[in-house]
């Protein structure tokens, strides 16, 4: 991986949380720089994206309606949707997306459950996995923030608050007191910083 940080644990990938937010931490009710955010995430070479199912939901109508992308990009990463309720039904577009190899729902191991998320990236890790990369407004983060599961907050905080406008915080319901360490800072656009946080220990 092109990545020189290397990962915390062999049972499981390394994992970025990476996310546009405003300056009180708010993940929606602004217009993020895409181009800068999007442009940033070749940082990490991941072999998984890792989506919330309310992040590809927020664009499956626009996914489907849209013009129909150029098909699998067979050196691109996967796909893989946390959506134990099945609701995201855009599979062939996304496939076809140009962004991913192949898109998987991720499933809970049983009926009414949550996806296990320790236990999907120790089997990632079975499968040779080492970066996943994180696609979401927050909740998800905060999902795996609460278990101690992310290594690596990236944030690109852009210079606009949003207040009660937005319900999403990048990092979500999470109530971990997790300690990072700050291992760049970066003026990337018009008035955009990019942070980069890990783990620290
Ligand atoms: N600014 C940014 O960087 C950024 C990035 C991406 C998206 N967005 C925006 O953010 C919004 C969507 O984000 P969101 O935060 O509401 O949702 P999300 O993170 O995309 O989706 C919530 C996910 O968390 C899962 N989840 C929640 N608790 C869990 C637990 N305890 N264990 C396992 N899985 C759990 C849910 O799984 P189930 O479905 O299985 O319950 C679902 O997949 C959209 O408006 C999108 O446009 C912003």
Known sequence: MASSMP?????????????????????TGFSPDLGTFYGLIT??????????????????????????GPGPDPDGPLLAVVDSR????????LRSAGHWRDAIRLEADRPGERVDLRRTLERFAEQGVETVRVDSG????????????????????????????????????????LVFTLDQVEAVADGVVWLRYRRSG
């Open 138 to 177: 927050g909740v998800l983060t905060g999902a795996l923030l609460e278990q101690g599961l992310i290594d690596e907050v990236s944030l690109l905080v852009h210079p606009v608050t949003v207040g009660a406008k937005s319900a999403t915080r990048w990092y979500g319901a999470s109530t971990a007191t």
């Open 7 to 27: 990962a915390p644990s062999r049972s499981r990938p390394r994992v970025i949380a990476h996310h546009a937010v405003s300056l009180d931490g708010a993940t």
């Open 86 to 93: 099945g609701r995201v039904s855009a599979w062939e577009a």
């Open 43 to 68: 940082t990490w070479q991941e072999d998984v994206t890792l989506v919330g199912a309310d992040t590809i939901l927020a664009q499956e109508e626009a996914l489907v309606s849209g013009t129909p």
